[in-house]
T-cell receptor
Framework: AQSVAQPEDQVNVAEGNPLTVKCTYSVSGNPYLFWYVQYPNRGLQFLLKYITGDNLVKGSYGFEAEFNKSQTSFHLKKPSALVSDSALYFC???????????FGAGTTVTVRA | EPEVTQTPSHQVTQMGQEVILRCVPISNHLYFYWYRQILGQKVEFLVSFYNNEISEKSEIFDDQFSVERPDGSNFTLKIRSTKLEDSAMYFCATQGLAGSNEQFFGPGTRLTVL
C-alpha cells in the first residue's frame, strides 16, 4: 500500500522568501507524484506532477518540485513566495498502473506580507 | 478551460436518509473517482469507475455506497442510509488517460448529516 507523509502541518514564510513544502512517500515500484493546492471553500487544483524523466519538474504559478528517489521525497518549492500562495497544499502518490491517489495530510502555507 | 462541476455545493440531511451527489466530468474523460475529506483530515479515496463499472473501491466504500453514470454524462455517488460519520466534503475527480495524467477535481459537495 502506498502512503504519503507531509511532516509539517504549517509553514510560515515572508513574502519574497523561498517556500518549501516537504513530502515523502512510500510505494511499491515506481511512483507517480503530484502536488495539489486547495484554497478555502474550493476544490483541489493541480500544480504539478512527476511521471518520469527529469527529477526537477516545473508547474503552475512558479512552483517546482524535485523528485529524489533515494530519499523518497518530492518537496515542493517556490523561489519567491507571494501572499496569494497562502493555501493548503497536498502531496499525492499513485503507483504506476494504479489510478487512485493517496494523499498526505496537507500543509497549510501562510505567506505574510 | 474545462472543469469538473458538482451539485449541490452543500447538502444537509437527516441520519438514515438517502443522498445523491452529482458530478459532471470533463468531456472525453474516461476515469472517474470519488474522494472524501472529513473536516480536518486528509483526502481519502472512495472509489474509481471506468467503462461503466467500479475499478477499485476502498474499505470506506461499503454497501451503503453506490456509484453510477446513468445518462453517460453525470457521475453520481449515492449513500443509501446516511450516518453521522458520513459528514464530509465529497470530491469528484476525472481523468483523461490512465495513471500518468493528473486528476481534475470538482469543487466538492459538503455533506452534513444531522
Amino acid at each position: 500500500a502506498q502512503s504519503v507523509a507531509q511532516p509539517e502541518d504549517q509553514v510560515n514564510v515572508a513574502e519574497g522568501n523561498p517556500l518549501t513544502v516537504k513530502c515523502t512517500y512510500s510505494v511499491s515500484g515506481n511512483p507517480y507524484l503530484f502536488w495539489y493546492v486547495q484554497y478555502p471553500n474550493r476544490g483541489l487544483q493541480f500544480l504539478l506532477k512527476y511521471i518520469t524523466g527529469d527529477n526537477l519538474v516545473k508547474g503552475s504559478y512558479g512552483f517546482e518540485a524535485e523528485f529524489n528517489k533515494s530519499q523518497t521525497s518530492f518537496h515542493l518549492k517556490k523561489p519567491s513566495a507571494l501572499v496569494s500562495d497562502s493555501a493548503l497544499y497536498f502531496c499525492a502518490v499513485s503507483p504506476v498502473n494504479d489510478y487512485k491517489l493517496s494523499f498526505g495530510a496537507g500543509t497549510t502555507v501562510t505567506v505574510r506580507a | 478551460e474545462p472543469e469538473v462541476t458538482q451539485t449541490p455545493s452543500h447538502q444537509v440531511t437527516q441520519m438514515g436518509q438517502e443522498v445523491i451527489l452529482r458530478c459532471v466530468p470533463i468531456s472525453n474523460h474516461l476515469y472517474f473517482y470519488w474522494y472524501r475529506q472529513i473536516l480536518g483530515q486528509k483526502v481519502e479515496f472512495l472509489v474509481s469507475f471506468y467503462n461503466n463499472e467500479i475499478s477499485e473501491k476502498s474499505e470506506i466504500f461499503d454497501d451503503q455506497f453506490s456509484v453510477e453514470r446513468p445518462d453517460g454524462s453525470n457521475f453520481t455517488l449515492k449513500i443509501r442510509s446516511t450516518k453521522l460519520e458520513d459528514s464530509a466534503m465529497y470530491f469528484c475527480a476525472t481523468q483523461g488517460l490512465a495513471g500518468s495524467n493528473e486528476q481534475f477535481f470538482g469543487p466538492g459537495t459538503r455533506l452534513t448529516v444531522l
